[in-house]
C-alpha cells in the first residue's frame, strides 16, 4: 500500500461531460503528481502541485486542469470528454523538498471509460 | 532529460537472479538513474534509485558502470511477484518529473 488513495476507482461516463478524479497524498508528502496512462501512449507526465502552487505541467489539454488544496489533496478536472480521453490516471506524492529525487508513491488510479 | 534505452521484454525463472539492462549513452554528470516497476493493475512503484555508486536495498540492487553510459538492476532472487513491467528513467537534478519511457516487461516461469 503506497499511501496514495484515488478516488473512484473506475469511471464512466459520456463524451462531452467532465468528470473529476480525487488524490489524497501519502501523509506528509507536499508534492503531488498527475499522469496518464493510455494504451498506445504509456504513462504520460500531466502536472505537479507542491504545497498548493503549480510547480510543472507537461502536456495536459487546456480541456484538463488540476488543483492541489489546502489539506493538499488534489483534484484533476476533465471536461468535453472525447473517446481518446479513456485511460487510467494516476496521482503519485512525494516529500517535494528534492525535486524529482524524492521517491514517487503512486495511488492505484483511476480508470476513465468514455463511451 | 536523457533518453534509456531497454530491452522490450525479459524471461526468467522463479528464484534465480535477474539482470535488467538499461543504456543511457547521454547521460550528463547531473543525470540521477531511477527504476520503477509497474505490476498489473497497480501504480508504478519506486524500485531504486543512484548517482554514481551501486546502491542496494531491500527490493534490488542497481549496479552503475563506471562511466556511466549503462547500468543493470538486479533481482536477487526473482519471485512470481516480481512480473512487471521496469522503467529506467534519467532525471537531472532538480527536474519537477518522471518521464517514463516504453520500459521492460519481465515474466517470471514458476
Known amino acids: 500500500d503506497s499511501g496514495v488513495t484515488q478516488t473512484p476507482k473506475h469511471l464512466i461516463t459520456a463524451t462531452g461531460q467532465r468528470v473529476t478524479l480525487r488524490c489524497s497524498p501519502r501523509s506528509g508528502d507536499l508534492s503531488v503528481y498527475w499522469y496518464q496512462q493510455s494504451l498506445d501512449q504509456g504513462l504520460q507526465f500531466l502536472i505537479q502541485y507542491y504545497n498548493g502552487e503549480e510547480r510543472a505541467k507537461g502536456n495536459i489539454l487546456e480541456r484538463f486542469s488540476a488543483q492541489q488544496f489546502p489539506d493538499l489533496h488534489s483534484e484533476l478536472n476533465l471536461s468535453s470528454l472525447e473517446l481518446g480521453d479513456s485511460a487510467l490516471y494516476f496521482c503519485?506524492?512525494?516529500?517535494?523538498?528534492?525535486?524529482?529525487?524524492?521517491?514517487?508513491?503512486f495511488g492505484n488510479g483511476t480508470r476513465l471509460t468514455v463511451t | 532529460d536523457a533518453k534509456t534505452t531497454q530491452p522490450n521484454s525479459m524471461e526468467s525463472n522463479e528464484e534465480e537472479p535477474v539482470h535488467l539492462p538499461c543504456n543511457h549513452s547521454t547521460i550528463s554528470g547531473t543525470d540521477y538513474i531511477h527504476w520503477y516497476r509497474q505490476l498489473p493493475s497497480q501504480g508504478p512503484e519506486y524500485v531504486i534509485h543512484?548517482?554514481?555508486s551501486n546502491v542496494n536495498n531491500r527490493m534490488a540492487s542497481l549496479a552503475i558502470a563506471e562511466d556511466r553510459k549503462s547500468s543493470t538492476l538486479i533481482l536477487h532472487r526473482a519471485t512470481l511477484r516480481d512480473a512487471a513491467v521496469y522503467y529506467c528513467?534519467?532525471?537531472?537534478?532538480?527536474?519537477?518529473?518522471?518521464?517514463f519511457g516504453q520500459g521492460t516487461r519481465l515474466t517470471i516461469n514458476p
Open positions: 543512484g548517482l554514481t
Open positions: 503519485a506524492s512525494s516529500v517535494g523538498d528534492r525535486g524529482i529525487n524524492s521517491p514517487l508513491h
Open positions: 528513467i534519467l532525471t537531472r537534478q532538480g527536474a519537477q518529473k518522471l518521464v
